[in-house]
């Protein structure tokens, strides 16, 4: 039952802090959902972050560990938004941008838990 209450204030928090990222950066003018693209590789950085720590040392508890991966990342990222940005942009033809987004976000979000857990180690 802890865990479910850890989950659920980490997500909760998580969730607001997306809400106004991506409130406050999509609205660029550009079409490229910049709020989005930021939380999901933002959220990759940090969860490589918590778990190298956890892995390396025993500075985070597991509650800590459930509460911040689990629940904050969990409620920070958005593959659905993600998801239903890119069937917009093709939806608008408009191929570019859903490359970039498509492509980008995969790579860029992919080495940034390679670099969270990289600066986990040097902490």
């Known amino acids: 039952m802890k865990n479910?209450?850890?989950?659920?204030?980490g997500g909760g928090?998580?969730?607001?802090?997306?809400y106004l990222v991506v409130r406050y950066l999509n609205d660029a003018p550009t079409g490229f959902p910049l709020g989005t693209f930021a939380v999901n590789i933002l959220g990759s950085l940090i969860i490589g972050v918590i778990l190298?720590?956890?892995?390396k040392t025993d500075t985070l508890t597991q509650s800590q560990?459930?509460?911040l991966a689990t629940g904050?990342?969990?409620?920070?990222?958005?593959?659905?938004?993600?998801?239903?940005?890119?069937?917009?942009?093709i939806k608008?033809?408009?191929?570019?941008?859903?490359?970039f987004y498509s492509i980008g976000s995969f790579i860029i979000g992919f080495l940034a838990?390679?670099?969270?857990?990289?600066?986990?180690?040097?902490?």
């Open 13 to 18: 928090f998580g969730s607001i802090v997306r």
């Open 92 to 99: 608008n033809e408009a191929f570019g941008v859903f490359a």
């Open 113 to 123: 838990v390679f670099l969270g857990v990289f600066l986990a180690k040097i902490i």
């Open 52 to 55: 190298g720590l956890a892995t």
């Open 65 to 67: 560990v459930i509460f």
């Open 4 to 9: 479910l209450v850890l989950v659920f204030f």
């Open 72 to 89: 904050f990342c969990g409620g920070f990222t958005t593959f659905s938004a993600y998801s239903f940005e890119n069937q917009m942009l």
